[in-house]
């Protein structure tokens, strides 16, 4: 029987980094994840937003180069509309190297990490893992759901889980050579993305290419539509389409906001199990990192002064208002059905008011609001530290 004051369920970013700050305030904490190595199996495009990059100290050698260009692209892939930021917008990670970088932080902060280990379930402070050593029983104070779109500790807790859900498929290429201008190249056409958007990335270090959209709406299923997209996708050249050493991602990906119930006496979900990402953009690194630090302040409180319902502030419903406007507009593009259709919106994006509305988007400062500061919480809600 193993007993610790926190067991996080799931090693992404948003697991360790709540593992990392309730470590750091001095609580025992123990983080499984039932890969055997952080570096494999990796499901994000792993985009950081400007915001991402000014609050978070992230390793600079483990990001791509800065992106200001943006290419959107109608389905015939003419004529399409260029927006230039004067700022730094995106930078790509290597994913895996962060990951590692993150379970080296928590280690150091006093986190004990168990991969190759699976969550079984449990409730009322007592949970089943399996790992090496067989089963395990853990008696944890609180468990915090890092677990995924499809979170098994939502379930347990008796929390919501997400319902509204995209499945994405991407390449990730070597690029030969540098490239002048890093672009970020997004084509609007139901029939790669139904529901989405096709994706090109190419920052002069490695090629994403991806899709993503409604399952049950892909004629030829994820994985055949995008090896057709990456055939003759923009912004990659023909000497960067090799078959051969390439690194292959997929995933659900939650759209349906936040989540309204992510706590409960006995705990709380984050990241994706949390629905921390964005309706329209499917971004979810962003609001990932800020939601942890939201969680690791809830916790804090519910374990230094013995109260569970301080998990009450925790409070999905009243996050989920940021995401009203994002959750709508995601409502649109789901109607967006058939290539003709696709092209007549992609003719508002030619006018100045589609242009404006697009920066908005994509240029914006907004990001998922961050955890409240009192007295008692600021110490974890201020530490900005990366991995």
Same mark, same amino acid.
């Given at each position: @029987? ?213 399952? %049950? ?72 990192? /800020? ?28 996050? %989920?208002?940021?995401?009203?406007? /994002?959750? @709508? ?11 003709? @259709? ?9 006018? #100045? ?17 961050? #955890? ?16």
């Amino acid at each position: @029987m193993r007993h610790t004051d926190v067991l996080v369920v799931g090693a992404g970013l948003a697991g360790l980094r709540v593992a990392t700050l309730l470590a750091e305030n001095g609580h025992s904490v123990v983080v499984i994840d039932r890969r055997r190595d952080l570096t494999t199996s990796i499901r994000t495009t792993g985009i950081f937003v400007r915001r991402t990059l000014d609050d978070y100290d992230l390793p600079d050698h483990l990001l791509g180069p800065a992106i200001r260009r943006v290419v959107l692209y109608p389905p015939s892939l003419q004529d399409p509309v260029e927006l230039v930021s004067e700022r730094d917008e995106y930078r790509v990670g290597e994913m895996g190297a962060l990951y590692a970088a993150g379970a080296r932080a928590a280690a150091k902060a006093g986190a004990e990490l168990r991969l190759g280990t699976r969550y079984l379930g449990g409730s009322n402070g007592r949970y089943e893992v399996s790992g090496p050593e067989g089963s395990v029983a853990v008696n944890a104070r609180f468990v915090v759901g890092a677990d995924g779109a499809r979170s098994r500790v939502a379930r347990d807790l008796g929390l919501d889980r997400n319902t509204h859900l995209l499945v994405g498929a991407e390449d990730v290429f070597n690029v030969s050579e540098p490239v002048d201008s890093p672009a970020f190249h997004c084509v609007l056409d139901p029939r790669l993305a139904p529901g989405y958007i096709g994706w090109v990335i190419n920052d002069g270090k490695h090629a994403h290419v991806g899709t993503a959209g409604y399952s %049950r709406r892909f004629r030829g299923g994820v994985r055949g539509t995008l090896d057709e997209f990456a055939a003759r996708a923009p912004g990659l050249a023909e000497a960067d389409r090799s078959p051969a050493d390439v690194e292959r991602r997929g995933g659900p990906i939650p759209v349906g906001g936040l989540l309204r119930r992510i706590s409960s006496p006995d705990g709380l979900l984050v990241g994706d199990a949390a629905g921390a990402v964005s309706p329209l953009t499917a971004g979810g690194l962003d609001p990932c990192l /800020r939601l942890s630090d939201y969680a690791a302040v809830a916790v804090d409180e519910a374990l230094r002064t013995g109260q569970r319902n301080a998990l009450r502030e925790y409070d999905g419903v009243a996050l %989920r208002r940021k995401f009203t406007g /994002r959750l @709508m507009m995601r409502h649109a593009l789901a109607q967006v059905k058939h290539p003709t @259709m696709a092209s007549a919106g992609f003719g508002v994006l030619r006018t #100045p008011f589609g242009r404006a509305a697009a920066r908005k988007v994509l240029f914006g400062d907004r990001s998922f609001p961050d #955890p409240p500061e009192t007295q008692s919480t600021a110490p974890v809600a201020q530490r900005r530290t990366g991995v």
